[in-house]
Structures are given as structure tokens and as C-alpha cells.
């Protein structure tokens, strides 16, 4: 993580694109973005299943249409999440203003920590699904490997929401370091 001034003395710089690739937390937020892809994606390809006798698919978890619902509704909403934060991302160099940048790193850190809990919600109702599942509703295994992808990678999403939450408190420090700071050498532009 880049140290130095926050606020005024470097806002208004020109965006650069390599400086924001090679942060922590964004890296942790388009790895979680694609988890995200996987997880709705593999439920809604290869999710619900048909069967000759019954006219309607199922959801291949234990036919509980919920399971299904839930890992598509998650991971959607997740996807999107992260493209809010990643524009954010882009955005907080811009941010002139302590109290500002603070409010943005505290909703990173509420949000973070919202979407880890979720996550973890998911995998376990995914997974307890999955196990109780019963062999004659899928007699050909179709769909199994997308189904134990969606429940790997809403396990893979609670370690990177933390680890972005924990990115978040981080900066949130930092950055009520900054105001200390500033509040003490008025005079000074950065430590």
C-alpha cells in the first residue's frame, strides 16, 4: 500500500491505471468479481435440471429452488458490488476531502464485512443442499461439477471480502492517522 499524503495533497492527480492495478484491495475486489461470475454463472448454465417425467427443471441442490435462488441472487448482486467499489476505486484519488475519503473506506469496510457474512451464508446453504442432494433425482451426474463450483467459489468469496474488509480498516487507520496529523501541523501539507 502507498503511504504518504491523503486529501488535498493528492487529489486532482492524473489517473493512473497501473497504480490502481497494483493495490491490494483492488486486485482482492476483481478476484472477488469473478468469483461472483463463476458462482451465478455455474448456477444458472448447469444449475436446474430437467427430468422426462416431470415437466418443470429442478434446482440440482436437494430440488430446493431457494438454493438455487439464493447463489444466483448473491452472486449477481455481488458482481455488482464490486464494479460499484472498483469505480470507487478509480474515484478516491480524486477525493480532496479526509472526511469524505473516510466515509468511503468505512462503507467499504461495512459492505465488506455485509458480503463476507453472505458469502459464507451461501456456501454453507449451498453445501448442506448439495450433501442431503439424493442420488436418484441426477442419476447421470449432470451438472455436478458446476455445482461444487459454485459451492468452492462462495468459499473462495468470504477469504476475499475479509481480506478486503481487513484492506479497508487498514486505510480507515491510515487515513484517521492523516487527520490527526493534519489537525495537529496545520501548516504542513503531509507527514
Same mark, same amino acid.
Given at each position: ?5 491523503? @486529501?488535498? %495533497?493528492?487529489?486532482? @492527480? ?18 472477488? +468479481? ?6 451465478? @454463472? ?20 436437494? /430440488? ?6 439464493? @447463489? ?15 469505480? *470507487? ?10 472526511? $469524505?475519503?473516510?466515509? #468511503?473506506?468505512?462503507? $467499504?469496510?461495512?459492505?465488506?464485512? =455485509? +458480503?463476507?457474512?453472505? +458469502? =459464507? ?15 436418484? $433425482?441426477?442419476?447421470?451426474?449432470? %451438472? ?5 463450483? #459454485? ?11 475479509? *481480506?478486503?474488509? #481487513?484492506?479497508?480498516? /487498514?486505510?480507515?487507520? $491510515?487515513?484517521? =492517522? ?14
Amino acid at each position: 500500500m502507498e503511504g504518504g499524503a491523503y @486529501g488535498a %495533497g493528492k487529489a486532482g @492527480g492524473a489517473f493512473d491505471p497501473y497504480t490502481l492495478l497494483r493495490q491490494p484491495h483492488t486486485i482482492l475486489r476483481v478476484v472477488s +468479481w469473478v468469483f461472483s461470475i463463476v458462482v451465478f @454463472g455455474s448456477i444458472v448454465n448447469e444449475g436446474y435440471l430437467n427430468n422426462a417425467k416431470e415437466e418443470e427443471e429442478f434446482c440440482i441442490y436437494n /430440488r430446493n429452488p431457494n438454493a438455487c435462488s439464493y @447463489g444466483v441472487t448473491v452472486g449477481v448482486l455481488a458482481f455488482l458490488t464490486c464494479l460499484l467499489y472498483l469505480a *470507487l476505486d478509480v474515484y478516491f484519488p480524486q477525493i480532496s476531502s479526509v472526511k $469524505d475519503r473516510k466515509k #468511503a473506506v468505512l462503507s $467499504d469496510i461495512g459492505v465488506s464485512a =455485509f +458480503w463476507a457474512f453472505f +458469502w =459464507f451464508v451461501g456456501f454453507c446453504f449451498l453445501a448442506n443442499q448439495w450433501q442431503v442432494s439424493k442420488p436418484q $433425482d441426477n442419476p447421470l451426474n449432470e %451438472g455436478t461439477d458446476a455445482a461444487r463450483a #459454485a459451492i468452492t467459489f462462495s468459499f473462495f468469496s468470504i477469504f476475499t471480502w475479509s *481480506l478486503t474488509a #481487513a484492506l479497508a480498516v /487498514r486505510r480507515f487507520q $491510515d487515513l484517521s =492517522f492523516q487527520e490527526e496529523y493534519n489537525s495537529l501541523f496545520p501548516d504542513s501539507a503531509q507527514p
